[in-house]
Structures are given as C-alpha cells and as structure tokens.
C-alpha cells in the first residue's frame, strides 16, 4: 500500500480560547484536528456559536490558536498568507470602485503586473458569470452577483486555498441553490482546495468531498463524513439515495443535541 498524501491544510488538536473584558476564559474549541488533501472539497457543518469561524479564521492566519498547531503543506501558520483567498457571508465590496477594480484589488495590494492583473479580472469575471459587469458598481448589482464578485476578488491572485464563511447565508433560498451549482461549476474550472462553513446540512452535502460536523461550544469535529456522490452533480443531486441517507444522518446529530438542551 503507498503512502498517503500529505495534507495540505493539517489541524491538529488544536484549542482556542477567548478572554472576555471580565477577565474570564471563553473555550471556543476544544482538541480540533482536521486534514484536508489537495484539490479537496470540505465543508464543516454545526450549531451557532461551535467554532467553526474561527477555526477558519486561524487557517487564513488571522487568529492565533491557544494551542496545537495548523501547517498547511508542512509550514506552520503563524501570519495571514498570499496562498489564501477568502470569501466572507458579506461581500464587503468598496463602492466606490467599479466591480473590475474591487477584483483588482489583491492584484495591487500584491503590485502584479497590471496588463497580466487586468487580462485575469476580466477572465475571472467571465468564470464567475460577470462578463459585461465590471464597469458597473456593487450598489448596481443583487446580492448573488456581488458575491460572485467576491469569490473572483478571492480567486485574482490565484491562491491555491480557498475559505469561505457562509458565503450564501444571506441570500434568498432561490439565488442560494443557483449559487451553489454555480460554486460547483467555479470549483470544476479552477480545482482549488476549499473549506467552506455552512449551516446548511443539503448545501454540504451537494458541495463537498467531506463534511466536518461540529460539536457545540466547545466545538471539535465529532464526525468525518465522506460524500461518495459522483461529480459532476447538479440540482438532481438532492434526490441521489446517498445524499438522502447522509442527510438524515447529519440531521441525527442536531436534533439530537436539540432534544438534549429541550
């Protein structure tokens, strides 16, 4: 048998604590180990309030663990990386700037060559289904195509991690779904490793390779579930048997905390 790969991003047992004004100690997580490979897929699913932000946040690096250790591709993470795109639930476009300038903003933070920086945004836009908007303004554009802008600023300087947080949690269940498939197409094109956070058990299941379940605060990850669904998948996912038994088993773990704390 040959070696396995080795994780791109390793999280191992890993703790973080908060300390409030008071003084106290708040235990957002709790021994977290997670390993995600290359070009994979993972969503972390749990209650309110587990850990599953912040536990991304330390990923990107913009939160230190209180213990244990997070390496991606061996090195540990110490400080924010370029080799990391993230996508947040609000989009935070700067509206003074067309949508072309707000993809083009790592480009400059980074000083890439403006010619080649211009080419992608603009091939970038084509990906995410923006061809013709990128002189518009955000305040022009809906919610779901704001967002699409989001995952292209995320994507310009071709980081090779993408971490989103509820990136569809605000939007109406019908742009919701369409942005789902959307991310589905995205990931096909650009084979990225992504972690995303959501609290939706179906949003998980359609999108990931594996679904890390959360206990509640403090969080771990309880439940490793693999998603043997063929790719590509589409709407008609949703009605695969597979999807449907691993649904009912991730709603096994929720209803079971909410009858607990009933």
């Known amino acids: ?80 990386r370029r080799d990391i795109g993230l996508v947040f639930q609000s989009p935070v476009m700067l509206p003074w700037r067309t949508i072309l300038k707000n993809v083009l903003v790592p480009a400059e933070v980074m000083k890439s060559d403006r010619a080649a920086s211009l080419q992608r945004a603009h091939d970038l836009l084509k990906l995410v289904g923006l061809e013709g908007f990128g002189d518009r303004y955000p305040d022009e554009l809906s919610g779901g195509m704001r967002q699409r802008a989001a995952i292209a600023r995320a994507l310009m300087h071709d980081p090779e991690i993408l971490l989103m947080d509820e990136p569809f949690g605000a939007l109406d269940a019908l742009t919701r779904e369409a942005m789902n498939l959307e991310l589905l197409r995205i990931w096909q094109s650009s084979m990225k490793t992504v972690v995303l956070v959501t609290h939706s058990i179906e949003e998980a299941l359609l999108l990931s390779d594996k679904v890390a379940v959360f206990a509640p605060r403090p969080g771990f990850v309880r439940d490793l579930l693999d998603v043997p669904i063929a790719r590509p998948r589409s709407a008609a996912t949703r009605s695969d048997p597979t999807f449907i038994s691993l649904a009912e088993r991730l709603r096994g773990y929720f209803e079971a905390e909410t009858a607990h704390a009933g």
């Open 1 to 80: 048998m040959s070696a396995s790969v080795r994780p791109l991003i390793d999280v191992c047992d890993v703790q973080k604590q908060f300390r409030s004004r008071s003084g106290t100690f708040l235990q957002a997580l709790s021994d977290t180990s997670l390993a995600v490979q290359p070009k994979q897929f993972v969503c972390i699913v749990g209650p309110s309030g587990c850990g599953k932000s912040t536990l991304l946040r330390m990923i990107a690096g913009l939160e230190t663990a209180s213990s244990g250790k997070i390496l991606i591709d061996g090195v540990p993470v110490s400080s924010p």
